[in-house]
């Protein structure tokens, strides 16, 4: 809601004479929250009936988290714009990671959050949570912490509830974490010319070379996955990651280009950390294939 009224907000202050109304829909990834959301399909979970709403002429425009979205496009759909992106890091609520005793829980519904806390501390457990930011803060395991997009702590006023914002050395972001994605009809300029105010280029090049990588991975939500691309002048810096489902094996790499080619960098992030690190095993390992 808070994603969807700030769009608003924008495209009134855009456009004053323009009606702008929101309808909430509600997702399967919304309404299971007694399954983790790779048991649900991954990704897609939170964005498809919002998607057909738009398809169907219900809606005008869908306002996505980028994370959430498929990494390959929607038939009929254009990702038409992107706002400037929030903080993309992780936060940990409770215990800071060095301060975790040995043992300790933490909770965390995210494959690609889990291995990498289990690559940098192997004796730390992992307990799934679902729901919205109030369920996550109240179900902080004893002695533990959970594991909270710094975004979303951000958008609701509760930054000075993180113990600690976890730098992308640490923890790779997820693709298109902080960033919203704003899809219209492909044939429905209007709308498209209407959205186009609120684009920060900057941000829609970084996460469209993410969505990239992801896409050629072909990994969605079924393996941890991260990135996290900064454009710099005429270059974007690409930095991927790829892991067990245990985290015991972990791999990244970084990769830079123009700015002109985001998804041809992208590609090439994925075949290297598939065939240049050696990530292609992983996808064996875990019994995952590309698609």
Known sequence: MWQAESVAAGLRAAWPTLRVSLEVIETKGDIRLDVPVWELGGQGVFVKEVQAAVLDGRSDAAV???KDMPSEGTPGLDLTAMPR???PRDALVGARLADLPT???VATGSVRRRAQLAWLRPDLTFTGVRGNIGTRLGKVPPGGAVVIAAAALD???????ASEILSPDTMLPQVGQGAIGLECR???HVTAGLLAVLEDTQTHVAVTAERAMLAQLGSGCNLPVGAYGIVRGESIELEGLLAS????ILFRSRVAGPVDDPAGLG?????ELLDGAGGRGVLAIDGAGLR
């Open 64 to 66: 996505h988290s980028a």
């Open 85 to 87: 992106r929030a903080d």
């Open 103 to 105: 043992g300790a829980v």
């Open 155 to 161: 958008r609701l006023g509760l930054r000075g509830s």
């Open 186 to 188: 492909a044939d429905d």
């Open 245 to 248: 489902i245990d985290g015991r």
């Open 267 to 271: 590609a090439a992030l994925a075949s």
